[in-house]
């Protein structure tokens, strides 16, 4: 985060001036991070900006909104990789329900938190 904190005169003059940095690691939640697309992301990511918590079952159902807001209280963002393979979705003219319906809830955990 960059804050940027002053004054300006009626001339346009700056009086004073703070710049903030914070250089604290930025916290992301990561649904299916043991796929194939998200261990490949957890390895990839710098981890000195950033905390990963991977979230995957069975330990945090996605298709259960309020594991999913608890278990994200404190991230900064979601990635939301997780998806049923049950079911063929390409080509298809509709999407698998519970694959809507995590990512409604990925949306809405995040909204939340």
């Given amino acids: 985060m960059l804050r940027f904190l002053g004054r300006l005169s009626l ?3 700056l009086h004073m001036y703070q710049v903030i940095l914070d250089f604290a690691r930025m916290k992301i939640a990561i649904t299916g991070s043991s796929g194939i697309v998200g261990s490949a992301l957890i390895a990839n990511l710098d981890s000195e900006k950033f905390t990963v918590l991977a979230i995957d079952l069975p330990y945090v159902d996605v298709i259960k909104l309020d594991d999913l807001v608890q278990a994200t209280v404190a991230c ?7 998806w049923n393979t049950a079911h063929d979705n390409f080509g298809k003219t509709s ?11 990925a949306y809405q955990a995040a909204v939340h938190n």
């Fill in 95 to 105: 999407i698998d329900p519970l694959n809507n319906l995590m990512t409604f809830n």
């Fill in 11 to 13: 001339s346009g003059t």
């Fill in 76 to 82: 900064d963002a979601i990635i939301h990789l997780a």
